[in-house]
């Protein structure tokens, strides 16, 4: 009974350097997304999915970059952290609204980032 | 761009109070609307989604109420316990299926 399911939980970067987080889901859901949350500011969407293979800009994309070979997973990546990038990043995942039901995001633990 | 506002920021009530939470969004051109819980260090649990199309929804002690039209929705918890204790987020859904989210309400109860 994993759910979205986010690795690592805690990383500390050095500025400049690159990471990848990984997202996992097993509910065979079409959509993914991923977004930083800040004290103040809520969560803002960062990059989003809504198949395999396809992927698109949230609201703040820049920095960031993602890829969807997998269904199941949802891959986010950082090319050169810098500090403003410090953060707490949840990755979320539904269904397609095609199935007629109600469809909740859900979310993972979240990964909390530091960079120095 | 969609505005989320939550109001308050934070709250503290006895246990054994309702309350009632606040969400106002400026576009009302929604499919959905969502109320999230989320515990410390942990990600959202989704509590409640209200369709467009609906006024509100209930869950257990929990009803969620939506008024498109002047862009607000509202989340009542009745006879609140301390086990209710969490920050609670509400989120507009546009029909591209972006989520807005609000900054939270943050509720303590007090035993």
């Known amino acids: 009974n994993a759910g979205v399911t986010q690795t690592p939980k805690f990383r500390v970067l050095k500025t400049g350097q690159s990471m990848t987080l990984l997202c996992a889901q097993d509910m065979n859901h079409e959509y993914m997304y991923w977004y930083r949350q800040d004290p103040g500011m809520g969560l803002r969407l960062i990059h989003y999915s809504v198949g395999e293979g396809t992927t698109a800009k949230g609201e703040v994309p820049d920095g960031y970059n993602v890829s969807r070979l997998k269904k199941q997973n949802f891959l986010l990546g950082l090319e050169s952290a810098a500090p403003s990038q410090t953060s707490v990043y949840f990755c979320?995942?539904?269904?397609?609204?095609?199935?007629?039901?109600?469809?909740?995001?859900?979310f993972g633990d979240g990964t909390r980032l530091s960079i120095l | 761009k969609q505005e989320v506002t939550q109001i308050p920021a934070a709250l503290s009530v006895p246990e054994g109070e309702n309350l009632v939470l606040n969400c106002s969004f400026t576009d009302s051109a929604i499919y959905n609307l969502q109320w999230f819980r989320q515990d410390p260090g942990k990600g959202l649990t989704s509590l409640l989604l209200i369709q467009s199309s609906q006024r509100e929804q209930t869950s257990g002690r929990l009803n969620a109420s939506l008024d498109k039209s002047s862009g607000r929705s509202t989340l009542y918890i009745a006879a609140s316990q301390p086990g209710d204790s969490a920050t609670y987020l509400c989120?507009?859904?546009?029909?591209?299926?972006?989520?807005?989210f609000g900054t939270g309400t943050s509720l303590t109860v007090i035993p």
């Open positions: 989120a507009a859904v546009n029909t591209g299926n972006q989520f807005y």
């Open positions: 979320a995942s539904s269904a397609h609204r095609g199935t007629g039901r109600n469809q909740p995001q859900h």
